[in-house]
């Protein structure tokens, strides 16, 4: 039995760098419609969505929101529910500048805020290598999905090109991804809050119980949870103790006879009844919100049954 076996953590599966799903000329658009729905109030996370006419809570909306996290053009205010978005310095000197030079310097600049796209921008320069050893090389050494791979150059293409970015522009400094710079060590007992596509994977800090090496890349694990996710993806809340700090319970096991691949979690309402969730793969916000959009879904239906059978009833007698 390994090390990571022996502690109960789960191997982390392989997930693509993170990158912005839309290329930054969309970005700058959904910038500009985000600024006319809100002005200069900051914008609710949760409401971000109906400035670009999608439904506030969809997937589509926070990953729109994210994308403009990733480019620089906003920054994050609060947590959870509380969260909004208010323009970055960047985002507002490209939307008030009067000279064009300014916004295209400041669309320079906000190109290579995303991490993936400074890296391939300094391996590749302005005369990238055909398609197939691009995408050979995005998916046998960087870690991406052969479909994320054709996102990812389709986004880094019109991103390059949109900036204008040219020869003299090949030295930027790599590695400009909004608060990388700033970004604390995280150690076991801090309290963190894990962060995907933009989004909080947890409602309130969860205590690092556990860090890994997989790959020689940290992962993270946290209370309550037996996955573990990138380091990048974790931010601190409040550093905590290692040595005052008892790692709690891990979530049972799936039940016997679970196939293999499979993962199972166990719900208890207050009355004691038990509901178990079980899934194929790594739980993850998309996996969620299409468990939440299926409750919904039979909800409405049920509400409607219920209501018809009172109406059916209420013509019986």
Same mark, same amino acid.
């Given at each position: 039995?390994t090390?990571t076996?022996?502690?109960?953590?789960?191997?982390?599966?392989?997930?693509?760098?993170?990158?912005?799903?839309?290329?930054?000329?969309?970005?700058?658009?959904?910038?500009v419609?985000?600024?006319?729905k809100?002005?200069?109030?900051?914008?609710?996370?949760?409401?971000?969505?109906?400035?670009?006419?999608?439904?506030?809570?969809?997937? &589509?909306?926070?990953?729109?929101?994210?994308?403009?996290?990733?480019?620089?053009?906003?920054?994050? =205010?609060?947590?959870?529910d509380?969260?909004s978005?208010?323009?970055?310095?960047?985002?507002?000197?490209?939307?008030?500048?009067?000279?064009?030079?300014v916004?295209?310097?400041?669309?320079?600049?906000?190109?290579?805020?995303?991490?993936?796209?400074?890296?391939?921008?300094?391996?590749?320069?302005?005369?990238?290598?055909?398609?197939?050893?691009?995408?050979?090389?995005?998916?046998?050494?960087?870690?991406?999905?052969?479909?994320?791979?054709?996102?990812?150059?389709?986004?880094?293409?019109?991103t390059i090109?949109?900036?204008?970015?040219?020869?003299?522009?090949?030295d930027?400094?790599?590695? &400009?991804?909004?608060?990388?710079?700033?970004?604390?060590?995280?150690?076991?007992?801090?309290?963190?809050?894990?962060?995907?596509?933009?989004?909080?994977v947890?409602?309130?800090?969860?205590?690092?119980?556990?860090?890994?090496?997989?790959?020689?890349?940290?992962?993270v694990?946290?209370?309550?949870? =037996?996955?573990?996710?990138?380091?990048?993806?974790?931010r601190?809340?409040?550093?905590?103790?290692?040595?005052?700090?008892?790692?709690?319970?891990?979530?049972?096991?799936?039940?016997?006879?679970?196939?293999t691949?499979?993962?199972?979690?166990?719900?208890?309402?207050?009355?004691g009844?038990?509901?178990?969730?079980?899934?194929?793969?790594?739980?993850?916000l998309?996996?969620?919100?299409?468990?939440?959009d299926?409750?919904?879904?039979?909800i409405?239906?049920?509400?409607?049954?219920?209501? &018809?059978?009172?109406?059916?009833?209420?013509?019986?007698?």
């Amino acid at each position: 039995m390994t090390t990571t076996e022996s502690q109960g953590l789960k191997t982390p599966k392989d997930r693509s760098p993170s990158y912005p799903f839309i290329p930054l000329k969309v970005a700058i658009e959904r910038l500009v419609a985000l600024d006319a729905k809100f002005g200069r109030h900051p914008a609710p996370a949760l409401q971000a969505g109906i400035a670009w006419d999608l439904k506030p809570t969809s997937s &589509q909306a926070a990953q729109t929101l994210a994308a403009l996290k990733s480019f620089g053009l906003v920054d994050y =205010q609060g947590a959870g529910d509380d969260r909004s978005a208010a323009l970055s310095d960047d985002g507002r000197t490209y939307l008030r500048a009067q000279q064009d030079s300014v916004k295209q310097e400041v669309l320079k600049r906000v190109a290579l805020k995303p991490r993936a796209i400074a890296k391939y921008w300094n391996d590749w320069g302005p005369d990238r290598p055909p398609d197939p050893v691009c995408l050979d090389q995005l998916v046998l050494k960087g870690g991406f999905t052969q479909s994320a791979a054709d996102t990812f150059l389709r986004v880094y293409d019109e991103t390059i090109r949109y900036a204008g970015l040219s020869e003299t522009d090949i030295d930027a400094p790599l590695g &400009q991804a909004v608060g990388d710079d700033e970004k604390p060590a995280i150690s076991v007992g801090d309290l963190v809050h894990v962060e995907i596509n933009g989004q909080l994977v947890f409602p309130e800090p969860k205590r690092v119980r556990a860090i890994q090496t997989h790959d020689g890349k940290p992962w993270v694990y946290v209370e309550g949870s =037996q996955s573990g996710v990138s380091m990048d993806n974790v931010r601190l809340h409040q550093k905590g103790s290692s040595e005052a700090f008892t790692p709690p319970p891990l979530m049972e096991e799936a039940r016997p006879g679970t196939k293999t691949g499979w993962k199972e979690e166990r719900l208890v309402d207050d009355a004691g009844d038990e509901t178990f969730l079980s899934y194929k793969g790594e739980p993850s916000l998309e996996r969620y919100e299409f468990i939440r959009d299926y409750l919904e879904f039979r909800i409405s239906r049920i509400k409607k049954a219920t209501a &018809q059978a009172g109406r059916d009833d209420d013509k019986a007698t």
